[in-house]
């Protein structure tokens, strides 16, 4: 048994389980426990596409530092999963803990001299308590946390609040939850000497913080923006954030006495008909989106082409799933960038916006409204699971009341009795923006939308300079936009650094992690995360002064590093791509292998 | 082509509707089909309907996918906000744009196949629904921007001009609307406008989805002498089960006794329904099924008002959407502001 180093608020505690349990509201209720306790935590759920019965797991890292990504080492297993405990054993780190259910033998509990097996007989004192099957599974759930809260040193009144808010409205239920975890928490301590070397105390790092998922935090930026039409076909991972609009619909949206509601959901037949009801509502003036993933992105092409060329606004939701074709539903992926940017046959490329958290899955849902009105055409969040279902801690989310949203170049019936003629594509300020009007407006607004060819005055053609002069003035649009979207987040090293590091997304709280750790060992490099397609100036700047970039990111064939080389200036052999594509939320430790890999090899050049 | 302006004459005595507009307020751009073409028998139906149901031009939408049929939403309501879409996609547009603004007047223009090959299921959704919207197919049985292939409504067997045989059934939007609850549906001929205009006016009456399909012969592909569904076949196969008489004072004392039943619409006025079938009963689902096929049977194509539910709900009235339209909605009764994020945000604590 070798030595655990004593570690104070900064380990990580891994649960394996079986899916179906109940386990999710037990792990949440751990995390919330440390969150509680001031302590920042990280949590991931690797959780599998089924229903009941096969493998899932729950990761939460204690982290005094404040990190935003996974360690990549788990400290202590709660391997409750027989199917997959030989697996969950190997991941423990040396020195780490493994905690197993004793009720039944297990001779792999004892397969390594570098862990300490800690045996609780769950199973056996939840069968004694508890009568009902069904109740004894989920209060073995209950049972491990308790023996964790002994283990870490988690204050349990903490423990007993969070248990009397979960249960706030069945306070009946209060008493068994509380005697499971009192029955995990009295085991660990007759047992075993608690607390661990990896235990916690209580610090304040978690005031003015909340702890949510992106796709909760994206639903409210919808209702926020004043979005009043949502579509959508039921995907996975996307699912929740619909869900989320919905139930803050009811609640926020709903008139108490009549029960009418100020908003229109439609649940579409497929992810064609979803991005049609969010064209046709758009086009006629609402704030409407869709919530989906790639399989839905594929599908809606053309009508994003639609979308794009007759220039009608329409927001999109892609929280991204490992591809291609149905791939790992549940599992994490960067792999629709290049889709979400350049969607539709012909000649069209879209706003795209890269929440980071779920802070700016809120924010930037409002931002892509009124982007897409302001330059009426689609506008992407493009988000991921390891974001959009994992509860990240973020800090408050904020609102300024003097907000309006930005609804474009929209012609009322007042202006339009001022004009002599108007014409849908004509650019007449020069920022490749033209009016439109909204159905039912005053007559002389009247015009016939099409995907087929037209002309700036909004008429039918197929006369080639004609045409080609709609699209040329599409592009003056796009470098407008260009300059509205939101600028990339930068963190420079020290003056000077010829290396940088470019990333988007999910990828933020990894390549942070990882900027911390090469700066301890010397090695200075300049960060930029991108939050926005196109381009903005700053992101060619960046690309420009440095000799040296990293392009980090979620797939396998660098569609970042593919969107730089296409869109500016930089020369392709200044890029190094660092690719994380297995499906799990990155970590620093592959950045900073390579990149110290980089450096080893120059000096020996 | 399409831009080219019909000249608008004014004269003396020429017919006003209820808002003092003449018909060709009504009327679009010259269209671009072929001479004779059915679609534009259609088109003129549309423009009479809604002259003579006086809606104000700007307050109706015109929606269509592509294929000849689509074509024509640029040749009437030239006043109205149209929208010429992509293949098949019609009935999801139009249920966004309805979703936003329920106040306005919606025409949906589709083809056979548009509606019924690669935009069945939006077809089909959209009538699940019941979409406040007049849905009208103008079907001819072949594909004529491509030339002439069989679409999913030629009948079994039918030979193009070419000579090819179809090996495959039909498939029916009629049956389809009566199978998947669409609350009124009507088959009529664009040969016959004087039958045609009153189904329309009624379609836009109907508070739900409006299912007319409109027999119209393609010209160019299918109106030859081995086609079902051509001018000649169709004069000799139609059989109406019912004609609409939209307004009392046409009631004539030919009528013989219990055949004119009136009929109250969602908007409070009355139609009439002038049955030529005594068998015939539009209000009872099942029947109407029975009485389509039986004459289908026999080679016959039933036209009239096949089926009505007036008391169904539509798509808002299902959903307790807001009287007024979600796009009039001030924001500040949309977003709660920043007190309001303060107290959600205690749950995530």
Known sequence: ?605 | MSYIRKPNIDYKGRPENALGLSEASYEGAMSTLCAGCGHDSITAAMTRAFFESSIPPNAAVKISGIGCSSKTTAYFLGQSHGNNTVHGRMPSITTGAIAANRKLHYVGISGDGDSLSIGLGQFAHAIRRNVDMLYVIENNGVYGLTKGQFSASAAFGAKTKKGDVNPNPPIDPIKMGLALGASFIARSFSGDKNHLVPLIKAGLKHKGFALIDVLSPCVTFNDHEDSTMSYKYAYSHLHTAADLIMDRDEITADYPEGTVTPITMHDGSVIYLKKTDPDYDPTDRARAFDYVMRHQEKGEIVTGLLYLDESCKDMHATHNTVEAPLTTYPFENLCPGASTLDTLQKRYR
Not at chain 1, 197 to 205: C, F, H, N, R
Not at chain 1, 229 to 248: C, E, K, N, Q, R
Not at chain 1, 262 to 283: F, H, K, P
Not at chain 1, 318 to 334: A, E, H, L, N, Y
Request: aromatic share 8%; charged share 20%; with cysteine.
């Open chain 1, 1 to 605: 048994m070798s030595a655990t180093q004593s570690r104070l608020n900064d380990f990580v505690v891994k649960v394996a389980n079986v899916n179906g349990t109940g386990s999710a509201s037990a792990n949440s209720l751990l995390m919330k426990a440390y969150f509680r306790m001031g302590i920042p935590v990280v949590g991931k759920n690797y959780f599998p596409s089924n229903i009941q019965g096969m493998p899932t797991w729950y990761e939460i890292r204690i982290t005094r530092d404040g990190y935003a990504a996974r360690s990549g080492e788990v400290d202590i297993m709660l391997a409750m999963n027989a199917e997959t405990y030989a697996q969950d054993i190997k991941e423990v780190a040396p020195g780490g803990y493994l905690i197993y259910d004793s009720t039944w033998p297990r001779q792999q509990a004892l397969s390594r001299t570098d862990i300490t097996a800690l045996g609780i007989p769950l199973a056996e004192m939840m069968n004694d308590a508890f009568a009902n099957a069904r109740v004894r599974i989920l209060m073995k759930n209950m049972a491990y946390v308790g023996a964790v809260a002994a283990l870490t040193n988690i204050d349990m009144d903490v423990i007993r609040t969070l248990i009397e808010e979960m249960f706030a409205t069945k306070p009946k239920l209060v008493p068994a939850n509380m005697q499971a975890i009192e029955l995990g928490f009295n085991y660990a301590r007759e047992n075993f000497t608690c607390p661990l070397p990896l235990s916690v105390e209580a610090m304040d790092k978690t005031a003015g913080h909340i702890m949510i998922d992106g796709n909760t935090a994206a639903g409210l930026g919808c209702i926020y923006a004043g979005a009043t039409v949502g579509a959508w076909y039921p995907i996975t991972p996307s699912t929740s954030l619909m869900d989320a609009y919905t139930s803050f619909c009811a609640k926020l949206r709903t008139d108490k006495e009549t029960g009418e509601k100020r908003y229109c959901i439609v649940q579409a037949e497929d992810e064609l008909s979803s991005a049609g009801v969010v064209l046709g509502a758009g086009w006629t003036g609402a704030r409407a989106f869709t919530t989906t993933s790639g399989p839905g992105i594929a599908l809606m092409g053309e009508l994003l082409g639609l979308g794009y060329y007759a220039e009608i606004p329409m927001v999109l939701f892609d929280i991204q799933r490992v591809g291609p074709s149905t791939g790992m539903p549940t599992r994490t992926q960067q792999g629709d960038l290049q889709i979400c940017a350049y969607a539709s046959h012909g000649d069209t490329k879209h706003i795209c916006l890269y929440p980071a958290d779920p802070r700016e899955c809120f924010e930037m849902a409002v931002n892509a409204f009124d982007l897409a009105e302001r330059f009426q055409t689609p506008a992407f969040v493009v988000s991921d699971l390891d974001i959009g279902m994992n509860d990240w801690m973020i800090p408050d989310l904020e609102w300024d009341d003097s907000y309006r949203p930005d609804r474009g170049k929209v012609l009322s019936d007042e202006d339009l009795e001022k004009i002599t003629k108007f014409h849908r594509y004509l650019d007449v300020d020069g920022d490749g923006i033209p009016y439109r009007t909204l159905p039912g407006s005053h007559p002389k607004g009247v015009y016939f939308n099409r995907g087929a060819g037209h002309n700036k005055w909004g008429g039918r053609t197929e006369l080639g300079d004609e045409y080609q002069d709609v699209m040329d003035r599409l592009l003056v649009k796009w470098a407008t936009a260009a300059t509205k979207v939101p600028k990339p987040v930068e963190v420079p090293s020290r003056q000077g650094a010829a290396w940088g590091i470019l990333t988007l997304g999910s990828c933020d709280g990894a390549c942070r992690e990882a900027l911390h750790h090469l700066n301890d060992k010397g090695i200075a490099v300049d960060y930029m995360r991108l939050k926005a397609f196109p381009f903005t100036a700053k992101v060619e700047e960046f690309l420009a002064s440095h000799e040296r970039i990293f392009v980090v990111e979620q797939n396998r064939d660098a569609q970042l590093s593919g969107m730089l080389i296409n869109e500016t200036p930089v020369e392709k052999a200044k890029i190094t791509s660092i690719l994380h594509y297995n499906g799990t939320p990155m970590d620093h430790r592959q950045i900073v292998s390579a990149i110290e890999a980089a450096v080893a090899k120059e000096a020996a050049a």
